[in-house]
């Protein structure tokens, strides 16, 4: 128990230095002016910041554990499992968002999407091609996470109005709903405290009728 402890605690470190050197591209990503972007482009600078980063790092550490490959793997979803989440969170920061805006980050966010679903087998250049699948552990994770902040920014490129159907939108694509989160992005739409207040209003009672209906069945 304490061997698996201790790394268990070697895992976390490794994923944590990762983890905070990807700090500075996630921040980068939160200062562009998503609301004046004029058309969708190639990925962002901050997603190829990102991909080095990793191109960097990963392939090194897989090195060094070539011997216990299951302990790499763990590597990879525990960093996945870390920065998806830190990510979706630094992509509801990226406010107000135009539609083009909101487009450009699912570009970007699917570009990543496809670089972490390959993380295990990446290479320190693109031209290296891998020389296995990644293990379906591991990308069970990340479609999970990724496909969470891609509907998320479907939901933000609808049009605000009217609330019902914009609501109905975010119910219907976005796993595990709630309230905190679709005020977040109704900020992302650039939409007040004050206007929000219809949109929480048609969740709450959504959320009351459909526990009302799944009692009752």
Known sequence: ????SVISNCLSLLVQE???TCDAPLSSMTKINWSQLQQVGDQSAYVSQLISIWRSMVPRL???LTASR???TQFCVKFVSSFIPKLISMVCKCKPLSTVGAEQLLL???SLKTVLMDLPNICETAALKPSRKAPASFTKVVVKGMTRAEMILKVVMSPADPADVFVEQYIRLVPDPDSVELSKL???KGLKR???ASYLTIFNNTNIQ???EEESA
């Open 194 to 196: 004050s206007e929000q």
């Open 70 to 72: 299951k302990y790499f």
């Open 18 to 20: 990762l983890d905070l």
């Open 210 to 212: 459909e526990t009302i």
């Open 186 to 188: 109704l900020d992302m």
């Open 1 to 4: 128990d304490m061997f698996h």
């Open 108 to 110: 970007d966010a699917h």
């Open 62 to 64: 897989r090195d060094c």
